[in-house]
């Protein structure tokens, strides 16, 4: 086997090889920097809160996805992001809620494939709950109207039991949305028991539907103008 190289081969090959060491280097780095500033980014909205917020690094730029309450908290969230350390450009399509619409109409679009659940025949609220009503919280913090949470079961079971469960669940949630800051003489509570069915409950996809948390604005005389909600966990 010949194993004699000219001169030009052997420069050739080794300017290849520093360049692809020199591209190696490049790209680590880069790699480095991009998870640094992503992780930065995702450290610097769940310390402010912003759970809504979902934050992708594209070499030294972020791109910001999610749905904000109101543009106050979408613009905080891009100069939260702007502000951070190495950051060059921030591309923020954090979407509002129900930006051109009533209190009411923002808090149905909200709502619309999020759920407030219970543990099974109990009050007490899941854990994927509690960022589904922060976010009730944060659009009726900015209203400022009056809502009735209203709590609904399906009609399994005793109906005194179905009504004082549909009420303490109502409760529950009033006290979760006061405690994010919503004032209590914004907040009703009303159960419902299994007296306000929404689908047949001889069906499980029925009495699914049943089960439900809704958020109701209160008119002035006391009435409820909504009658959007989102489904609860077994009565």
């Not at 759970?51 to 106050?72: K, M, N």
């Not at 219970?118 to 709950?129: C, D, R, V």
């Amino acid at each position: 086997m010949d194993l004699n190289f000219s001169r030009f081969e052997i420069l050739t090959a080794t300017g290849a090889l520093f360049l692809c060491l020199v591209f190696a280097a490049t790209f680590t780095k880069a790699s480095a920097i991009q998870s640094e500033i992503t992780t930065a980014a995702v450290a610097a909205v769940e310390r402010e809160d912003l759970f809504w917020v979902s934050v992708e690094g594209r070499g030294q730029s972020l791109v910001l996805t999610g749905a904000a309450p109101d543009s106050v908290a979408r613009d905080q969230a891009g100069e939260l992001a702007a502000g951070i350390p190495g950051v060059s450009s921030v591309d923020n399509r954090i979407a509002i809620i129900g930006e051109s619409g009533t209190c009411q109409k923002r808090v149905d679009e909200y709502l619309e494939d999020r759920q407030v659940t219970f543990k099974s025949g109990q009050a007490e609220l899941t854990t994927g709950s509690l960022a589904v009503l922060a976010m009730v919280a944060s659009i009726a913090r900015g209203c400022g109207a009056s809502f009735e949470v209203a709590s609904h079961t399906d009609d399994r079971g005793d109906a005194a039991v179905n009504q004082a469960l549909s009420q303490r669940r109502a409760e529950a949630v009033v006290r979760y949305l006061v405690g994010s800051g919503v004032p209590a003489d914004q907040l009703r509570a009303v159960g419902y028991g299994e007296t306000q069915p929404v689908a047949d409950n001889a069906t499980e996809a029925g009495r699914a539907a049943n089960r439900r948390v809704e958020f109701r604005i209160v008119a002035a005389n006391g009435g409820a103008t909504g009658d959007r909600g989102t489904t609860g966990e077994d009565a």
